[in-house]
């Protein structure tokens, strides 16, 4: 059985940051860098950036038809996904 007072000291929660300090830094749940996945690959820039034009691409579609009064149409209609 897990500890949950080692949990929390593993997480961080009971200590402070100080930016002063010497030493390793220790990001929570004992990861010593703020940000850990793929950020070096151009990959996962572009599937955020083609998340960010879905998005887009689906609001002005939306903002189009009620600008053009087709408040019945399957552009204005459908729910709004979350990708």
């Known amino acids: 059985m897990v500890d949950p007072s080692f949990s929390r000291y ?3 929660s009971s200590q402070s940051f100080n930016p002063y300090g010497a030493g390793a830094k220790v990001y929570g749940s004992g990861r010593s860098a703020p ?3 793929p950020t070096s690959k151009p990959e996962s820039y ?4 083609r998340l ?3 998005k ?3 609001m002005l579609r939306r903002l189009k038809a009620g600008q053009r009064g ?3 149409s399957s552009e204005y209609l459908t ?3 979350s990708y």
């Open 35 to 37: 940000n850990i996945g």
């Open 46 to 49: 572009d599937m955020r950036d």
């Open 79 to 81: 729910p709004p996904r």
């Open 52 to 54: 960010g034009v879905a």
């Open 10 to 12: 593993l997480e961080g």
């Open 70 to 72: 087709k408040f019945m």
């Open 56 to 58: 887009r691409n689906a």
